[in-house]
């Protein structure tokens, strides 16, 4: 191409155009920044305006080229002038001060711009990375930043993006030509500055979506990328000293970056690629018929594709787990739910299959979609959040999770006004309520409210039903044993409530489309603080129960042990008090015999200590009467043996009492033979000791 002034004029114009391009990406980005406080769209802001010093090199430098080019046009005629030979110019090229500033400025004024430039990039990077580093594992949504910022960040991202991909690929288009060269230098800084604008609409896109660490991350990712261009300048400075040249060629500017010069020319990597392939293989593949086949058909191909994907969108397979509607043009077609299996529907955009989202809100409380599913149990807590942990939880224990109180009557007494709802005291407990649903009105679940907001609407109609319930119930009935009963009342006015939601066209209401499976009180406990109160009387009734149960077991085992059987005990009892009135009304020996007799039969036959005590009296009642009976009998026969021989009884009880007297005695019997006798007597008591051998022992 021949480098005229009207090319560098075209080239100054493009470089004008490249500037105010960046400058206003930059701008857009900057005021992005600002308003939402985003600290990533303020490194790319910083990034995209250092850019603009690239396309203002460029322009004074190509506008210089189309002064020196004018100036030669200028000298070439007035060499070529008839006069040539008597002008004082005889050597032209010694006044060509355009040409002289265009080499000032190749050797002074874009070596300097490019260092300004890495300085620039190396030096704000670095104090970005620096501050963003300890920032990297905290929220990308710090408070007070711009409502609805993920919006303005994909649309700003993206924006960016296309333009300054859209402008870096004309631009690179342009350098191919050799004039043009250096515009590759302003194209890097564009196709750099939409490489940051798609980075950052795809980290806003996920972080709409789900987790928040692209986001984050790109706190530091984007002052790196900064510092590693920055590095690239120095380096491109560096070698471009060494880097010889012949005479006239246009020196590349060092802020031409390499990296991103790939982004902007793709189609030379694809080449580059082509080339390898048909080096490694020893042979043009680019030219065979095959390749020039479907690069010829590539189009059609595509396009018969993607009419075959059109065509299957008119088959929609529902899971097992859900149930959906026809939606064409958006409002629901009159054909019932659709449900689990393969259906055919017209292609979209005609017909579309939309299927009730399952929302939850994660650690940042945004609500996200959890799956989409009509079938499955959908949870709500009405109440107290559950508790984080298994341990056991107790009154006076910090519970984890939202409290929430409701109000009840402190007890079932009534006014003095004799008015139930004037009430005398208010109690407030802390009840965990969890409500279990199920969809079973696809349409009319939809035309409840959005989907974000269905959960919401659900929650809010069971908690005024909630509400209401409560302050018509007492505090022993919510700590008590009625909890079943009221699960189950509360379950039918949360269903009455939703029944009456969602009017239709007659102002009707059709239903919110979903049926209550579950709802019940799983835990009521009162506030902390005054949790010891309300265990103080609990504490003293379970101390009154358990004396109770102590003296039961204690009496149960008392009949039991003089009785045998408790039963039987309480009937002896019975007979006992009907002895005991017999005898206070005055009633003959007879009747009050006959009742004795009967109250000791019972006992008798109940076997137990009681009646071993009659048994053990009878049997002490017999000994003493015997015995007293034979000693009657044997003092009768003493006299008769008196009154028969007198001396021979008395000699006898006298010699009975004799040997008596010396049963235990030791009796010597010696002669009288012996002159002189002599008894030597060990008066030890032999029964001092104690004989272990002995039975008595």
Request: hydrophobic content about 45%.
């Amino acid at each position: 191409m021949k480098a005229d002034y009207l090319t560098y004029r075209r080239a100054t114009g493009e470089s004008v155009r490249g500037l105010i391009l960046q400058a206003v990406l930059g701008i857009g980005m900057l005021v992005y920044a600002v308003a939402a406080k985003d600290d990533v769209a303020m490194s790319a802001a910083a990034f995209i305006g250092i850019g603009c010093l690239a396309w203002l090199t460029l322009a004074i430098v190509y506008d210089q080229h189309r002064r020196e080019r004018i100036e030669a046009i200028e000298t070439e005629a007035l060499a070529n002038a008839p006069t040539a030979g008597s002008s004082v110019f005889e050597k032209p090229e010694e006044f060509a001060p355009a040409a002289r500033r265009l080499a000032t400025l190749h050797r002074f004024f874009v070596p300097v711009m490019s260092l300004v430039m890495g300085a620039l990039l190396v030096g704000v990077g670095i104090w970005l990375f620096i501050i963003e580093r300890p920032h990297v594992h905290e929220s990308a949504a710090p408070e007070g930043t711009l409502v609805g910022r993920e919006g303005w960040a994909l649309g700003v991202g993206l924006g960016v993006a296309v333009l300054g991909f859209v402008f870096a690929r004309y631009t690179a288009g342009m350098a191919k030509a050799s004039a043009y060269a250096n515009l590759r230098a302003g194209a890097s800084y564009a196709v750099g500055a939409a490489i940051l604008g798609l980075a950052l609409a795809i980290a806003k896109f996920t972080d709409i979506l789900g987790p928040d660490v692209l986001v984050r991350y790109l706190r530091v990712v984007f002052p790196a990328f900064m510092v590693v261009i920055g590095a690239e300048v120095f380096i491109n400075f560096v070698l471009g000293i060494y880097r010889p040249r012949r005479s006239g060629e246009v020196p590349r500017p060092a802020f031409d970056s390499r990296l991103l010069s790939l982004a902007a020319a793709p189609d030379k990597i694809a080449q580059s690629i082509n080339e390898a392939i048909n080096y490694q293989l020893g042979f043009d593949v680019t030219g065979g018929w095959f390749y020039q086949l479907l690069s010829r058909w590539l189009l059609p191909l595509i396009v018969f594709g993607l009419l075959v994907v059109w065509a299957l969108s008119s088959v929609v397979v529902v899971q097992p787990h859900q149930r959906a509607i026809v939606l064409r043009f958006g409002r629901p077609v009159s054909t019932g739910d659709l449900g689990p299996g393969p259906h055919l529907k017209a292609p979209w955009p005609i017909d579309t299959v939309y299927v009730p989202e399952y929302f939850k809100r994660d650690d940042k409380g945004r609500m996200e979609i959890a799956d989409y599913t009509a079938t499955g149990l959908r949870v709500l807590d009405l109440g107290t959040s559950p508790p984080a942990i298994k341990d056991p939880i107790l009154w006076t224990n910090d519970h984890a999770g939202v409290e929430v109180y409701q109000y009840v009557r402190a007890s079932n007494a009534e006014a003095p006004t004799g008015n139930t709802t004037d009430l005398l005291d208010l109690a407030i407990v802390s009840v965990e309520v969890p409500m279990h649903y199920i969809v079973s009105d696809v349409l009319l679940f939809d035309e409840l409210a959005v989907p974000e907001k269905r959960d919401d609407v659900l929650q809010a109609v069971a908690r005024r039903e909630l509400t209401l319930y409560f302050q018509q119930v007492a505090l022993d009935d919510v700590l008590g044993g009625r909890r079943e009963q009221m699960s189950h009342d509360l379950r039918q006015r949360v269903q009455k409530a939703f029944d009456n939601l969602n009017p239709g066209p007659d102002g009707k209401p059709r239903g919110a489309g979903v049926k209550v499976v579950f709802l019940g009180l799983a835990g009521v406990h009162p506030p902390k603080d005054v949790a010891p109160a309300f265990e103080s009387p609990v504490m003293a009734d379970q101390r009154r129960e358990a004396n109770i149960d102590d003296a039961r077991a204690y009496a149960i085992g008392t009949l039991a042990k003089n009785v045998g059987n408790v039963e039987l005990a309480r009937t002896i009892i019975a007979e006992i008090d009907t002895f005991e009135r017999m005898s206070s009304a005055g009633m003959s020996g007879a009747v009050m015999e006959d009742q004795e007799l009967k109250i000791q039969r019972l006992i008798e036959t109940a076997g137990g200590a009681a009646a071993q005590s009659l048994a053990d009296a009878r049997a002490d009642r017999w000994l003493a009467h015997m015995g007293t009976r034979g000693m009657a009998i044997r003092h009768q026969g003493q006299l008769a043996m008196y009154d028969a021989a007198p001396e021979y009884y008395r000699a006898s009880l006298y010699f009975e009492a004799l040997k008596a007297a010396m049963a235990k005695t030791r009796v010597y019997i010696t002669s009288d033979d012996v002159a002189d006798l002599r008894i030597d007597a060990d008066l030890k008591n032999k029964d001092l000791g104690v004989d272990i051998f002995e039975k008595q022992n």
